[in-house]
């Protein structure tokens, strides 16, 4: 059966309790979602409106903070997210002495992934729990996958170029994602597609979901679908694990 390899590999992930990295799995999830203020003179070279990190006012919000630590619920890897009060941030920005200081004095866990948000939120963009989990993750890691594949502008083009995409786009949004209550859901293709990369990385959509609905003829993948499911499965796993446990680490959702 197609992509036999990879679901083998995922069955190995549920039964043996392993991560993707043949990792123990423990009880882990998101451990904080916290928001920082740079001052103006970290920033000062830089020209153009200063704008807050996504999520930057609701990380402020308890009650925000303790419903998208339930979206992250079933997630196999320690999680901090931090908002910051400037989106333009970059990687050496948060070299910031100050920064550092603040981050060790936090207490996060050796083993966190501790994401710093680097992009705004466009105008009148959803703010709720779900959206959000959805612009920062499911974003973040379809924009660099579509980077990757030479499609930077965005997955409108990608889907244009290749007819199969649309077909298993609407196929596994359609009937997984759809039952999903992790997350918001989108309704045009171009944006359904980050609603799979969130899925993918929130464990909310498995490798035996999958398995299980072609088995059972609920979702029917031809070659070309079923391997770039296969791709986008495999980029997800890549993705969160080449974001270093402990060291901050900038990501752009755009």
């Not at 928001?35 to 000062?44: E, R, T, V």
């Not at 866990?109 to 920062?136: M, Q």
């Not at 979901?209 to 070309?224: H, K, T």
């Amino acid at each position: 059966m197609m992509m036999k390899s990879l679901f083998e590999s995922w069955r190995r992930y549920i039964n043996e309790g392993v991560d993707s990295r043949g990792l123990p799995i423990v009880n882990r999830a998101l451990h904080s979602f916290d928001a920082f203020n740079f001052s103006p003179q970290d920033f000062s070279s830089r020209r153009g409106e200063i704008k807050p990190s996504i999520a930057y006012h609701q990380a402020q919000d308890p009650t925000f903070v303790l419903d998208i630590k339930e979206i992250f619920s079933k997630t196999a890897d320690d999680w901090v997210f931090i908002a910051v009060n400037n989106a333009e941030i970059e990687p050496e920005d948060i070299k910031n002495p100050t920064f550092q200081e603040w981050v060790v004095s936090k207490g996060y866990p050796a083993n966190a992934k501790i994401v710093i948000i680097g992009s705004s939120p466009y105008p009148g963009d959803f703010s709720s729990t779900e959206w959000i989990a959805h612009d920062i993750i499911g974003h973040a890691a379809g924009r660099d996958f579509l980077e990757r594949l030479g499609y930077p502008r965005g997955a409108g083009k990608w889907i244009e170029d290749n007819p199969w995409v649309s077909r298993m786009i609407l196929k596994v949004h359609g009937y997984l994602v759809r039952k999903n209550v992790a997350i918001k859901k989108a309704d045009m293709q171009f944006d359904m597609i980050y609603d799979i990369f969130a899925s993918i990385i929130l464990n909310d959509i498995t490798w035996d979901e999958i398995e299980r609905a072609i088995v059972q003829g609920q979702i029917g993948l031809v070659e070309a679908e079923a391997d770039t499911m296969e791709q986008i499965f495999n980029f997800c796993n890549e993705w969160v694990a080449q974001i270093p446990a402990g060291e901050p680490t900038v990501i752009k959702s755009w």
